[in-house]
Nanobody
Framework: QVQLVESGGGSVQSGGSLRLSCVAS???????????MGWFRQAPGQEREGVAI???????TYVESVKGRFTISQDNAKNTLSLQMNSLKPEDTAMYYC?????????????????WGQGTQVTVSS
């Protein structure tokens, strides 16, 4: 059984930083031919969108709005996915979700990911 548990959300002022973590139990994303993990976010009244994705080989992709500010990383030994968020802006305010899937390519479409965490709230005030 796969479980994803996020932590690290909170409230910060504009320009501040937060680090999100996701512990993935039961998801051996380093052992399969195709596997993806990523961070998605959803603000009230908006659709869930991809923020950053990393594949089994460590290749990362980011949505344009967070490039240069956010960094996704994974610790295979600890089965932990992280998202370092710097220079936060009010428009980054959302519920952030960790997601995982056994996929040959890593899409931005949330529905392609099978496993989801419960989410952690990030609030950035101006």
């Amino acid at each position: 059984q796969v479980q994803l548990v996020e932590s690290g959300g909170g409230s910060v002022q504009s320009g501040g930083s937060l680090r999100l973590s996701c512990v993935a139990s039961g998801f051996k994303y380093s052992d399969y031919w195709g596997s993806c993990m990523g961070w998605f976010r959803q603000a009230p009244g908006q659709e869930r969108e991809g923020v950053a994705i990393i594949d089994r080989d460590g290749k990362t992709t980011y949505v344009e709005s967070v490039k240069g500010r956010f960094t996704i990383s994974q610790d295979n030994a600890k089965n932990t996915l992280s998202l370092q968020m710097n220079s936060l802006k009010p428009e980054d305010t959302a519920m952030y979700y960790c997601a995982a899937g056994y996929l040959f390519t890593c899409p931005w479409t949330p529905s392609r990911y099978t496993y989801w965490g419960q989410g952690t709230q990030v609030t950035v005030s101006s």
